[in-house]
């Protein structure tokens, strides 16, 4: 079992940059793959990034790529996301999630273990 806990969200203008933070409880000593997913209203969710505990690997949806950085802190066990060069349609609730088996890949939506979710408005 794996708890999963969201925060930094918030509201940034265009260009502006946000982190969101997830932290980890629980078996965590086990390899995962971590990922964040946002659904903006109306659509449905996508997965924006993802990377691998066991060797650190990531992947980025094309939407996402150069602007955001998945990244994980083991000490912390807190896992990242930072977003800069925000744009109006990165506007969504993003979910931290875990999933320990099933490949690990930026568009990936099937995860064993979710967060609440954190909300970011970005205006233009």
């Known amino acids: 079992q794996v708890q999963l806990v969201e925060s930094g969200g918030g509201s940034v203008q265009a260009g502006g940059s946000l982190r969101l933070s997830c932290t980890t409880s629980?078996?965590?000593?086990?390899?995962?793959?971590m990922g964040w997913l946002r659904q903006a209203p109306g659509k449905e969710r996508e997965g924006v990034a993802a990377?691998?505990?066991?060797?650190?690997?990531?992947g980025y949806a094309e939407s996402v790529k150069g602007r955001f950085t998945i990244s994980q802190d083991n000490a912390k066990k807190t896992l990242y996301l930072q977003m800069n060069s925000l744009k109006p349609e990165d506007t969504a609730e993003y979910y931290c999630?875990?999933?320990?088996?099933?490949?690990?890949?930026?568009?990936?939506?099937?995860?064993?273990?979710w967060g609440q979710g954190t909300q970011v408005t970005v205006s233009s």
């Open positions: 990377i691998y505990t066991g060797d650190g690997r990531t």
């Open positions: 999630a875990a999933d320990s088996g099933g490949g690990c890949w930026a568009q990936k939506s099937r995860y064993n273990y």
């Open positions: 629980g078996d965590t000593d086990s390899s995962y793959c």
